[in-house]
């Protein structure tokens, strides 16, 4: 499945709510940087992310997003504290 982006400016880049996405996806990456997010999974964990339920704004990702567990790493999600969810795949597997 392609992931659709649309460039907002020079860093950074929309993924357009679609289906049964809570909110949008933003990434924070130049152009370079962008042609090698495009390289794996990242985009579409940002995808996942966003129909967490309560979650708020957008699923965002810092230029260092790269494929994670659940969230892609760099991946960054704020949660309405009564209607959200506590994701391990938002905090990783490898802290104990």
Known sequence: MSIKVQQ???FRWRIPR???MQVEG???AD???MAD???DQ???QVVNVAHLP???RASLAMPDIHWG???PIGGVAAMDADLGVVSPGGVGYDIN
């Open 8 to 10: 907002i400016d020079a």
């Open 18 to 20: 679609e289906g049964r």
């Open 26 to 28: 933003i990434v924070y």
């Open 31 to 33: 152009e370079h940087l």
């Open 37 to 39: 997010i495009r390289g």
């Open 42 to 44: 990242a985009l579409q």
């Open 54 to 56: 309560g979650i708020l």
């Open 69 to 71: 567990y659940g969230f």
